[in-house]
C-alpha cells in the first residue's frame, strides 16, 4: 500500500523561502512521477510540479522562476523549495504520486501541510 | 494554458437523487481528462481517469463521460458520504496540469 508523509515549517515570513518534504512508502520511485499541488483556504487545486526517477522535472509557469523539485533516491523522499514567498503562497501543500503509465492522473496523496506566510 | 470551467459551483440534491456535474475545457483534452472527490480537512481522491475510467475501489455509482471539450461526472443515487467537492482536471497539454474551480454537492 502506497503511503506518502510530508513534513516542513508552517509558519513562513514574506521572502523566506518554503521547504517540504515528503517520504514515500510501498512504491518504486521507478514507477512514479512525483508532484506537489498546492490549495489556498478555501480555494481551488494548483499543481506547481512534478520530478521523475531520473531527476527530469517540469513546472508550472506561474511559479517556474521560484520553485525546485529534486528527490532523494536513498531515502525514498522528494522536496520542495519555493523562494521569497509572500502572502499568495499561503496554501495547503500536498506531494502527490501519479504511475507512469497514467502521468498527470494523481492517485495518492500526502496528508497535506498548511503554510502560512505572515509578517 | 487549458482553463477548466465547472457547472453548477453548488448543487443542492436529496439523498438518492442523481447528481449530474458538468466540466467543460477552453480547447480539446481528448479523454484526457480526470474527476477528484475532496472531502473537509481530507486530500482530493481519485475517482475518474481518462474521461470514463473508474479508479480503483471507487463505488460504480459513479460514472465519467464525455470527450473533447465537454464532459460529465454523475452520482446515480446521491449518498450521505458523497457530499463533497468534486474536480475536475486535465492532462492533455501540459505543464501545467490544470484543475477546474470544482462543484460542491450538499444535501438539500
Known amino acids: 500500500q502506497v503511503q506518502l508523509q510530508q513534513w516542513g515549517a508552517g509558519l513562513l515570513k514574506p521572502s523566506e523561502t518554503l521547504s517540504l518534504t515528503c517520504a514515500v512508502y510501498?512504491?518504486?520511485?521507478?514507477?512514479?512521477?512525483w508532484s506537489w499541488i498546492r490549495q489556498p483556504p478555501g480555494k481551488g487545486l494548483e499543481w506547481i510540479g512534478e520530478?521523475?526517477?531520473?531527476?527530469?522535472?517540469d513546472y508550472n509557469p506561474s511559479l517556474k522562476s521560484r520553485v525546485t523539485i529534486s528527490l532523494d533516491t536513498s531515502k525514498n523522499q522528494f522536496s520542495l523549495k519555493l523562494n521569497s514567498v509572500t502572502a499568495a503562497d499561503t496554501a495547503v501543500y500536498y506531494c502527490?504520486?501519479?504511475?507512469?503509465?497514467?502521468?498527470?492522473?494523481?492517485?495518492?496523496w500526502g496528508q497535506g501541510t498548511l503554510v502560512t506566510v505572515s509578517s | 494554458e487549458i482553463v477548466l470551467t465547472q457547472s453548477p459551483a453548488t448543487l443542492s440534491l436529496s439523498l438518492g437523487e442523481r447528481a449530474t456535474l458538468s466540466c467543460r475545457a477552453s480547447?480539446?483534452?481528448?479523454?484526457?481528462l480526470a474527476w477528484y472527490q475532496q472531502k473537509p480537512g481530507q486530500a482530493p481522491r481519485l475517482l475518474i481517469y481518462?474521461?470514463?475510467n473508474r479508479d480503483t475501489g471507487i463505488p460504480a455509482r459513479f460514472s465519467g463521460s464525455g470527450s473533447g471539450k465537454e464532459f460529465t461526472l454523475t452520482i446515480s443515487s446521491l449518498e450521505a458520504e458523497d457530499i463533497a467537492v468534486y474536480y475536475c482536471?486535465?492532462?492533455?497539454?501540459?505543464?501545467?496540469?490544470?484543475f477546474g474551480p470544482g462543484t460542491k454537492v450538499d444535501i438539500k
Open positions: 502527490v504520486l501519479s504511475s507512469n503509465w497514467r502521468r498527470g492522473y494523481f492517485q495518492h
Open positions: 510501498g512504491a518504486s520511485f521507478n514507477n512514479y512521477y
Open positions: 481518462d474521461a470514463s
Open positions: 480547447q480539446s483534452v481528448s479523454s484526457y
Open positions: 482536471q486535465q492532462r492533455s497539454n501540459w505543464p501545467p496540469f490544470t
Open positions: 520530478i521523475n526517477h531520473s531527476g527530469s522535472t
